[in-house]
Nanobody
């Protein structure tokens, strides 16, 4: 299974971006899918997770601003990011985990700057 993240870019503070993570296989096989981010010089941090059944969980610093969703029919994971702040600047990566394994996609750069 390969994961392809996209949708990053440069956005002004207060703006929005929507990241997507397309899987080459059936994401219904993955019990949980997650987004992580890593800022320069910092460790990778958890952003959001969603289970196969649609239960979501968010890191404290994005709660209320970001929304994670998945479409099992389209084999795609999304991250809607609103009210972006400069501290949201990072490389965002998607992860898929289940009985068939643990997979990572390549990152997509998100830069929040005026």
């Amino acid at each position: 299974v390969q994961l392809q993240a996209s949708g990053g870019g440069l956005v002004q503070p207060g703006g929005s971006l929507r990241l997507s993570c397309a899987a080459s296989g059936n994401i219904f096989d993955f019990s949980v899918m997650r987004w992580y981010r890593q800022a320069p010089g910092k460790q990778r941090n958890f952003v959001a997770a969603i289970t196969k059944g649609g239960i979501t969980n968010y890191g404290g610093d994005v709660k209320g601003r970001f929304t994670i969703s998945r479409d099992n029919a389209k084999n795609t994971l999304w991250l809607q990011m609103n009210s972006l702040k400069p501290e949201d600047t990072a490389v965002y990566s998607c992860n898929a985990a289940g009985a068939i394994g643990n997979y990572w996609g390549q990152g997509t750069q998100v830069t929040v700057s005026s």
